[in-house]
Structure formats: C-alpha cells, structure tokens
C-alpha cells in the first residue's frame, strides 16, 4: 500500500494561500514550520504570488506586536 503522507502537505501552501499568512503576520520561519517547505521554495511562492518582503525592521515590529499581544493575554 503507498504511503499518501508524502503527497499530502501539512498545510496548504499555495502561492496565494502563502500570501494571504504572510501579509497578515505570518513569518517566513512560521511558513516553514506550517508547510514543510524549505526557504527558497517558499520564497519562490511569495515571488510567484508577488508579495514584497519585509525589512528586517518590519519583521522585528511584528515580533514586538506579537509579544505584546501574548504579553496582555497572559495571566497575573
């Protein structure tokens, strides 16, 4: 019997799909995690999909709005 885990991702990742995350906050890094594909495979669906990458400067930003975020859920 084929194994269908090689054939099936672990999270879509269509160009657009991966766009979508992306610009809502996702990082390249929580791309990798969520689909399985490695950096320059994911790069090439951002650039297939169009999307601009961030400065470095942005994505130090989101972590900081992230942390926050976590930081206000979290219980005294």
């Known amino acids: 019997?084929?194994?269908t885990n090689d054939?099936?991702?672990r999270y879509s990742?269509?160009?657009g799909r991966l766009a979508r995350h992306y610009n809502n906050g996702w990082t390249i890094s929580d791309l990798m995690w969520a689909t399985g594909l490695t950096y320059p495979q994911i790069r090439a669906k951002l650039d297939a999909a169009g999307v601009r990458l961030r400065?470095?400067?942005?994505?130090?930003?989101i972590?900081?709005?992230?942390?926050?975020l976590f930081d206000e859920?979290?219980?005294?």
């Open 63 to 68: 972590y900081a709005q992230r942390q926050a």
């Open 73 to 76: 859920q979290e219980p005294s």
């Open 7 to 9: 054939e099936v991702p």
């Open 55 to 61: 400065s470095p400067t942005q994505a130090v930003n």
């Open 1 to 3: 019997m084929r194994d």
């Open 13 to 15: 990742d269509t160009p």
